[in-house]
């Protein structure tokens, strides 16, 4: 194991992470379909984002209409996600305000949740930048979902309709999976895709 910290409770605590497109969701899914409770960075980063809540408050403050959904009032502040991200993908001082923005507020749900959750013996917590954002700590464990580059730019740019540079740009603003893989517990090979994937499964 590395020699990162790790939760040590009695709790058994899964981090689930990897790239973006490597096949973290399809992992996710077959670990709740074990009737493991799943907690997901994602969803709660887009929770801070929804209109009416402080995060979304201070994203429209920052950028204005630039990123206000056309759907959205002045007042209702819905955010448009694609406007935004075309902002913090490109530019990495934009991309780290967003970050301490939104992190903290994911950490707080996640303490909340896990909380709530204290009397299960496994959880899993899929949190695509576990080790860029320093969350090791809430582990007992880490499994990666590693597949090839080129893999992961193709499923990227046809799972989210991007163009090369776009999927590459959100590729790069995350660790390279060759760093991810000297960290964690358990790597899990998603090169030959989603049914070999979850034949190599287990708990």
């Known amino acids: 194991m590395p020699a990162s910290t790790r939760w040590s409770g009695s709790q058994r605590r ?18 709740e379909q074990q009737g493991l409770p799943v907690l997901d960075a994602d969803v709660y980063a887009r929770e801070a984002l929804a209109p009416g809540t402080p995060g979304a408050a201070a994203v429209l403050e920052r950028y204005g209409a630039v990123v206000r959904a056309q759907c959205s009032s002045t007042n209702s502040g819905v955010i448009d996600r694609g406007a935004l991200g075309q902002i913090v993908f490109n530019a990495p001082q934009e991309r780290e305000w967003l970050e301490q923005l939104v992190h903290p507020l994911v950490r707080e749900r996640f303490d909340a949740e896990l909380a709530a959750l204290a009397a299960q013996p496994a959880v899993v917590l899929v949190i695509p930048l576990l080790f860029e954002a320093g969350l090791e700590s809430l582990c007992s464990e880490i499994w990666l979902v590693d597949c090839e580059p080129e893999q992961q730019l193709e499923r990227l740019m046809q799972r989210d309709g991007l163009n090369q540079a776009a999927a590459q740009a959100r590729i790069h603003a995350q660790w ?10 358990r790597v899990i090979d998603n090169r030959q895709g989603v049914v070999d994937l979850q034949a190599t499964l287990s708990l």
């Open 176 to 185: 390279p999976l060759e760093r991810k893989r000297e960290l964690a517990d």
């Open 14 to 31: 899964i981090g689930l992470t990897g790239g973006i497109a490597s096949g973290k969701s399809t992992v996710a899914r077959w670990l």
